[in-house]
């Protein structure tokens, strides 16, 4: 049976973090040196996690959170943290078993990672979903169609970045191309807000859900927008 162009990206995405750059995540992530340029991905990646973060109560206890595409779960650690319990689910096993072996004890909330699909039905309901950088790889229709599956296990707020169609942006793709492939992640699938907006508000998944907060983070190499989608 062939695949569906959901699915075809979800394979490169996992051939990816699994097989080709496992050892440029793990530094990425980590605190180990890196050069001048993935240095800025990380601080970018670094403000746009806090920024998700403080869109989410001080006080997570008693609150159930999925970090769809957890990645090595920075995120779903300061959240268990904070009182959260905590379903982290990344489709890549290399990353999940980096990330349980970095996470110590995490107290007063409780942390799961878990290695499969973020729209999987069987993780079951959410107060907050959050899916940061784990959707800027799909193309907006698909974007929006995930975003309305994981909208539907969220109670209380839907967290999520994409990347924003802009000119520096569009510089950066292209002086990634000179890059060695080996080090390149899959393309990015840039949108530009308004239209995204017009988008979810057009998704059936999505009619009783209306956006709310929204971030850009521009560090060098990292350029993402984070917008929350809020019960209408």
């Known amino acids: 049976m062939a695949l569906l162009p959901y699915e075809q990206q979800r394979s490169r995405l ?10 440029a995540w793990s530094r990425l992530t980590s605190d180990a040196p890196v050069g001048r340029i993935r240095a800025t ?9 806090d920024t998700l973060l403080s869109w989410l109560p001080a006080d997570l206890a008693g609150r159930r959170v999925l970090d ?34 970095r ?21 079951g309901r959410f107060d907050h979903v959050i899916a940061m950088d784990s959707l800027i790889h799909y193309a907006p229709s698909h974007m929006a169609d995930m ?5 539907g296990r969220a109670r209380s707020s839907l967290l999520f970045t994409f ?12 002086v990634g191309r000179a890059f060695p492939r080996s080090d390149r992640s899959p393309a990015l699938e840039p949108v530009a807000e308004a239209a995204l907006r017009e988008r979810l508000a057009a ?3 999505l009619a009783g859900w209306r956006p709310g907060r929204g971030s850009r983070v521009a560090r060098g190499f990292y350029i993402s927008q984070a917008l929350e989608l809020v019960p209408a």
């Open 41 to 49: 991905v990380r601080a970018g990646r670094d403000e746009m996690r």
């Open 14 to 23: 996992e051939t990816y973090f699994d097989r080709t750059a496992v050892e």
């Open 203 to 205: 998704t059936p998944g």
């Open 147 to 151: 975003l309305a599956a994981l909208a």
């Open 103 to 123: 996470t110590g004890e995490v107290g007063p909330g409780r942390l799961e990672f878990r290695v499969g699909d973020l729209l999987d039905s069987d993780l």
């Open 68 to 101: 769809a595409g957890c990645g090595t779960g920075a995120l779903a650690v300061e959240a268990a943290r904070r009182g959260a319990d905590v379903v982290a689910v990344d489709l890549s096993r290399t990353l999940v078993e980096l990330a349980r072996e």
């Open 163 to 174: 990347a924003p169609r802009t000119r520096a942006l569009a510089v950066m793709h292209a």
